[in-house]
């Protein structure tokens, strides 16, 4: 079972959130989940009437969620963290974590799970912007054309890369919890950031291609990342 953890904030495109839940509608999920981060100390108190106008008309409109408010401006990563050590019992094994001014491909839920589930080192399956990306920290490790073993509808193919895009993904419940683990014993949970932040800072600066492949890997195991390499996402990058 999948249960749907969306992460909204405070917005001026009221409709981005709406489009976001249309595109994965059709999935059968155990639970859905909208998590609202609190309002920025710099916002007046205009916009933060607005925003609890905003959240009031969601909750109105899809009384098949679950609500979670939070009163401080916590961020993304912060709230996905707490939400998930607080409820990790009543959450179901598999999570859909998404940002609320995505927009997913159509697919279908069932038949992504079976494909990541054919790879045991698959920690995060995410979902790519439909957009050439400059190479950062998601170049290509290894590539799959076809999943092993799998029936001919699951031959759609994954690929491991160096890093992950955030905004939409999917993953089991201990594998999100092992992430925030890793980045408490590393030091960097304070970080607005999910990706480690030595990992990220030594491939931006240049010096990661000096490790050797052996030591690079090493990294990567802490993460786990495969992108779908036929499923997409559209950023439509809600004015906040």
Known sequence: MTDLVLCGAMTKDDEYICKCIESIDKH??????????GPP????????????????????????????EYTDN??????????VRKNYKQLA???????????????????????????????????????????YWFNTIEEFDTCRGARPSLHQGQEKTHGWCERSWLSKKSDVMNIFDNLLREGHLASTKFIDI????????????????????????????FAHKSIQHKHL????
Request: with cysteine.
């Open 41 to 68: 100390l710099s916002k007046s108190n205009r916009e933060r009437d607005n925003y609890s106008h905003y959240k009031k008309n969601i909750m109105k409109h899809y009384p098949d969620f679950e609500f979670v």
């Open 28 to 37: 059968k999920f155990n639970k859905k989940y909208i998590l609202f981060d």
């Open 93 to 135: 094994e598999n999570l859909l974590i998404i940002q609320d001014d995505i927009v997913l491909d159509n697919f279908d839920l069932e038949i992504v799970l079976q494909q990541k589930e054919t790879f045991d080192e698959c920690k995060i399956l995410y979902f790519k912007e439909d957009q050439k990306r400059i190479k």
């Open 74 to 83: 916590i961020n993304y990563k912060s709230m996905v963290e707490i939400f």
């Open 237 to 240: 990058k809600a004015k906040r």
């Open 198 to 225: 030595y990992y990220d800072s030594m491939i931006s600066q240049g010096g990661w291609n000096d490790f050797p492949q052996e030591q690079q890997l090493d990294f990567w195991k802490n993460w786990g990342c």
